[in-house]
């Protein structure tokens, strides 16, 4: 049996594949197959005869010293200058190859960016020796020349004329505040107080522009409406939403008494009397609006 056919009957063995072995050892199919064929002058060189059969045999458990000595004849002599070529692979030769050519057409380039880069420096140089070296001069701006003005020629502004202008200025602010008219005022109706027996209360009306009552009844109630001097102006019964209008803007005191408070409403302008906190509204109420004018 020859030395390729005895690598071939252990691979067989083990059940591997060619592609199996290739890539476990990174060789080439067809180099593989040329050692099984002991076809060695298909591989790249003598050298790597020796080194491939030597990667095929320790894959197969095969000693790849006992099958070269047992095979030699059939294994090519390799001399020293051939082991030093072969020390570098195929591949990695090609590759330092092409890595060098790249390197050789950078060159060129860098040169040029270098030459470029100088340039710029010097010119950067020149220009900024050049503007140092120049008087500062007047700006000019959009073609205009400009105008220089002596300090010593401005006038200061007298007190006479700064209060003339103060005075004008016043004068403006009040023109202004004449014309505008007064803010309009909102009445307010404020509760003053209740009585210690729960049946009266007591409220202030300001910024009233008139003094205008309209008592409504949202059920069934007795109603009394006197004025300031105490002159009962109505009196009556209201019911089933019933009311009565007055006019008491000329009234600095009104006083209305009901039977029944929680059927009675009372407006003062339109605005709805709220009753105060802790009165009976079940009892007869007397309800008593002071107008402060």
Known sequence: MSLGGTLKTAREEK???????????????????????????????????????????ELVDVNA?????????DVPIVNVEEEAVGAIPPHA????????????????????????????????????????????????????????????EKKPASNADTNESADQDQDKEDKQEAGKEPPAKVQVITPTGIGTDQKSSTYEVTNAPTFKLKVVSTGTAWVSVKNSANEEIYQGTLSNAQFQEFDMTAETVVT?????????????????????????????????????K
Not at 40 to 54: D, S
Not at 65 to 73: C, K, P, T
Request: a negative charge.
């Open 93 to 152: 030769q090609a590759t330092t190859q092409v890595d060098n050519s790249k390197w050789l057409k950078l060159v060129p380039k860098v040169l040029l960016l270098l030459f470029v880069l100088v340039g710029v420096v010097l010119m950067y140089s020149f220009f900024s020796n050049y503007s140092n070296g120049d008087e500062a001069g007047p700006v000019v701006d959009n073609g205009s020349e400009e105008k220089f003005v002596d300090e010593s």
């Open 65 to 73: 010293d006992e099958l070269m000595i047992a095979y030699g004849e």
């Open 15 to 57: 059940g591997y594949s060619l592609d199996y072995i290739q890539e476990q050892t990174k060789i080439q199919k067809r180099f593989l197959q040329a050692i099984e064929d002991d076809q060695f002058e298909l591989l790249p060189g003598k050298f790597y005869v020796r080194v491939f059969v030597k990667q095929y045999a």
């Open 256 to 292: 209305i008494k009901t039977g029944s408070a929680a059927s009675t409403q009372i407006y003062v302008n339109d605005q709805l009397v709220e009753y105060q906190a802790g009165l009976n509204l079940s009892l007869p109420q007397t309800v008593t609006i002071k107008n402060i």
